[in-house]
């Protein structure tokens, strides 16, 4: 990554934007990037990094058209030029729009389409996070699941063994008995 | 004292900066991804209230929102 450093004191480093329709001739392209690269050399000005978006569809239509190509360039050169290029940009026709930037001290030029990877990366890191946290939960419930229902057998047993146990066998036999030699029963 | 504490939401006027904690010195406008959870459905600038943004970022996400919809990358109105 490229850190844009002025090479004396009386430049400055300027980002230009500029935003042209995306369904157009190639030739029409070259000539409104050599005219637009031409106001700079005019202006005294010396390329430093350029980077091209390609084509991008628009938040809002713009002139007609719902999408344009971006070309970002960096250029240094002499603040009191600026103003000139600036109007010369304007004039320019087909060119939608164009944006001049101070950027700050020591500015990392970052290449858009590494920037779009790295992004596309972070998202899916993101999305596999989420699917990840959605499985942990479901494992938990299952697993908390399991134990209860455990539990449940346990106690259950427990009762069974309970309610078959009380009665011992010698009461038992004692109160069959009882109940056999009663002659109030007549059977 | 503590129990008090407890008892207390969260407010959300105390936030911690979501800029803040990245040290962030410049918010650059073709970033589209950074920009994007700071603006709402209708294309307007989340409040400082509810984002929980310092003053000093949220005039930097300003000029960087206004820039962006300026070249189309993000919208005035939806």
Redesign the interface.
Same mark, same amino acid.
């Given at each position: 990554m490229p850190i844009l450093t002025p090479s004396s004191e009386d430049v400055r480093i300027y980002e230009v !934007?500029v *935003?042209y329709p995306y369904p157009i001739n190639q030739k029409e392209e070259q000539l409104l990037l050599k005219e637009v690269e031409q106001v700079f050399t005019e202006a005294g000005g010396k390329q430093v990094e350029k980077d091209v978006w390609g084509n991008r569809g *628009? !938040? +809002?239509s /713009?002139g007609g058209h719902t999408e344009?190509n971006?070309v /970002?360039y960096y250029y240094e050169m002499d603040p009191s030029k600026i103003k000139e290029v600036d109007e010369a940009l304007l004039i320019i026709p087909n060119l *939608?729009?164009h *944006?001049i930037?101070k @950027? @700050?001290k020591d +500015?990392q030029v970052l290449k +858009?389409s590494d920037?779009y990877s790295k992004?596309l990366k972070?998202r899916e890191t993101e999305t596999q996070k989420r699917e990840r946290e959605t499985e942990e939960a479901l494992k938990k419930k299952v697993a908390d699941r399991a134990k209860r229902q455990a539990k449940r057998a346990e106690e259950q047993k427990k009762e069974t063994e309970e309610s078959a146990a009380p009665i011992e066998k010698k009461k038992l036999t004692a109160e069959l008995d009882k109940i056999i030699s009663d002659d109030e029963l007549d059977l | 004292m503590a129990k008090k504490n407890q008892q207390r939401r969260a407010d959300p006027g105390h936030k911690q900066c979501p800029l803040c904690e990245h040290k962030a010195k410049y918010i650059d406008w073709k970033n589209y991804p950074t920009l994007k959870p700071f603006v709402d459905y209708f294309g307007n600038i989340r409040q400082r209230y509810y984002t929980g943004m310092c003053l000093k970022h949220q005039k930097m996400l300003r000029t960087a929102i206004e820039r962006a919809r300026f070249m189309g990358v993000l919208a005035y109105r939806k």
């Amino acid at each position: 990554m490229p850190i844009l450093t002025p090479s004396s004191e009386d430049v400055r480093i300027y980002e230009v !934007a500029v *935003l042209y329709p995306y369904p157009i001739n190639q030739k029409e392209e070259q000539l409104l990037l050599k005219e637009v690269e031409q106001v700079f050399t005019e202006a005294g000005g010396k390329q430093v990094e350029k980077d091209v978006w390609g084509n991008r569809g *628009l !938040a +809002y239509s /713009i002139g007609g058209h719902t999408e344009g190509n971006f070309v /970002i360039y960096y250029y240094e050169m002499d603040p009191s030029k600026i103003k000139e290029v600036d109007e010369a940009l304007l004039i320019i026709p087909n060119l *939608l729009r164009h *944006l001049i930037v101070k @950027p @700050p001290k020591d +500015y990392q030029v970052l290449k +858009y389409s590494d920037q779009y990877s790295k992004w596309l990366k972070e998202r899916e890191t993101e999305t596999q996070k989420r699917e990840r946290e959605t499985e942990e939960a479901l494992k938990k419930k299952v697993a908390d699941r399991a134990k209860r229902q455990a539990k449940r057998a346990e106690e259950q047993k427990k009762e069974t063994e309970e309610s078959a146990a009380p009665i011992e066998k010698k009461k038992l036999t004692a109160e069959l008995d009882k109940i056999i030699s009663d002659d109030e029963l007549d059977l | 004292m503590a129990k008090k504490n407890q008892q207390r939401r969260a407010d959300p006027g105390h936030k911690q900066c979501p800029l803040c904690e990245h040290k962030a010195k410049y918010i650059d406008w073709k970033n589209y991804p950074t920009l994007k959870p700071f603006v709402d459905y209708f294309g307007n600038i989340r409040q400082r209230y509810y984002t929980g943004m310092c003053l000093k970022h949220q005039k930097m996400l300003r000029t960087a929102i206004e820039r962006a919809r300026f070249m189309g990358v993000l919208a005035y109105r939806k």
